[in-house]
């Protein structure tokens, strides 16, 4: 349940790639980009600091010795939630729609 919430938190921006880009291969692009430098992040002590990676932390992929995502790795998913909420209401707001 923790890892489909935190999916969900981080799922804003790919939503707002693709109504920019007004297709799926942008947002699909950059999902799995992202989820490679997560990967690299989260073998490293930056894991739960990059969105991507508190993720592949949570599921477990950063080792039995890996860092633990806490409430600060939770601030951060709500940001980012935060920004691709409000990156993707003012475009579909601002955007003529008209055509």
């Known amino acids: 349940v923790l890892l489909a919430a935190q999916v969900l938190l ?8 693709a109504v ?8 699909l ?11 690299l992040f989260a073998h490293t ?4 600091w990059v ?4 993720l592949l932390l949570s599921a477990g992929a950063g080792g039995a010795e ?15 939630f935060a920004a691709g909420f409000a990156a993707a209401w003012l475009h ?5 729609n008209t055509q």
């Open 92 to 96: 579909l707001d601002r955007v003529d």
């Open 66 to 80: 890996g860092p633990v995502p806490g409430l600060g790795s939770w601030l951060v998913l709500f940001g980012v």
């Open 10 to 17: 981080l799922s804003t921006v790919p939503a707002w790639i």
């Open 20 to 27: 920019a880009a007004r297709g799926y291969l942008a947002p």
């Open 51 to 54: 969105p991507w990676s508190i």
């Open 29 to 39: 692009g950059f999902s799995i980009l992202l989820l490679l430098v997560g990967d």
């Open 45 to 48: 002590g930056w894991g739960p």
